[in-house]
């Protein structure tokens, strides 16, 4: 039997770089954060969307402002990449297609990266830029986390550590295809090992070393969401790829949010790969996807 191959451009980008890497084992950190800048190529350019670099608390980061949107409503992205790769670069055009379809602005995070910067100094950024939108005179009501991949474990730190300071939380939470599982195990790192092309527990585990200094905060509530209370979190949408090594990482936090009542929206991106909105412009289903994430967020506002 054959081995599976790409069918989109994402599944090919991600072979290419498995590639490199296996070809390169010792690449430094720093080549493999140039070589991740290669994500931004997966996403068209979205029409109408203008860029402005700024800060939020004194994060640094893109802003993106779709022509016609509300500035008043704001998309925060935590993007993925592991904790240590990826930009505000590599994922200003998907935030520009979400945000545009969604009638928000919206601010693509560069927090610091690891090792460089260990956790919880990320959720420190995360919230950080938070608090500086309230001081600004943003409702929380009308702020959004979005976070992929790692980005979406970010996400979902953020509102466990707003909660634990008291604060109001986010109107809602967006994941995509999220990495939570600290601990590095769970039955699709295995049975998806062969229609995943970038996911793999070696390079996972490479991530979790440079992120959490002690073995013991794998399971830690902020660094691990699978360990974490969702009494009172906001409304969530997950969407994930069923051929994914992650997938199991979105149906746990489904069925943990549902059973402490969250008002929960899954979405399966059947036969893409991890982060698939990271196609929209290129690909009908990330499309699909940016498009049932906006029709999700403006029904929530309806019935607010």
């Not at 802003?63 to 505000?88: E, I, T, Y």
């Not at 690891?114 to 830029?129: C, K, M, N, S, Y």
Request: hydrophobic fraction near 40%.
């Amino acid at each position: 039997m054959s081995a599976p191959v790409p069918t989109d451009l994402l599944g090919q980008m991600y072979a290419d770089w498995i590639a490199e890497m296996t070809k390169y084992p010792d690449m430094s950190l720093g080549l493999l954060r140039i070589v991740f800048e290669d994500w931004a190529r997966a996403t068209t350019e979205p029409t109408e969307v203008s860029y402005e670099e700024t800060s939020f608390g004194g994060v640094p980061g893109i802003l993106v402002m779709p022509r016609d949107s509300d500035p008043k409503q704001m998309v925060v992205l935590m993007h993925g990449g592991g904790f240590a790769l990826g930009s505000s670069a590599t994922h200003r055009k998907l935030a520009g297609h979400l945000a545009k379809a969604m009638g928000t602005y919206a601010f693509v995070a560069d927090f610091r990266l690891a090792p460089e910067t260990r956790f919880p100094g990320q959720l420190h950024d995360g919230v950080a830029i938070i608090d500086a939108l309230v001081a600004d005179g943003y409702d929380m009501r009308d702020i959004t986390l979005v976070g992929d991949s790692a980005g979406a474990n970010l996400a979902l730190g953020m509102v466990q550590m707003l909660k634990q300071q008291g604060k109001a939380l986010p109107g809602q939470v967006i994941t995509m295809s999220p990495w939570l599982n600290m601990e590095n195990n769970g039955e699709t790192l295995v049975t998806n090992n062969d229609t995943d092309f970038l996911i793999a527990p070696e390079g996972l585990q490479g991530n979790i070393d440079r992120y959490l200094d002690d073995p013991a905060l794998w399971t830690d509530p902020l660094a691990n969401p699978l360990y974490a209370e969702y009494a009172g979190f906001p409304r969530l949408y997950i969407c994930a790829s069923p051929q994914e090594s992650l997938w199991d990482n979105a149906t746990r936090l489904d069925e943990l949010a549902r059973a402490a009542g969250v008002d929960v929206t899954f979405s399966a991106g059947d036969g893409m790969q991890h982060v698939y909105p990271l196609l929209a412009g290129r690909e009908p289903r990330a499309d699909e996807e940016i498009a049932l994430i906006a029709d999700w967020y403006r029904a929530g506002r309806a019935h607010r």
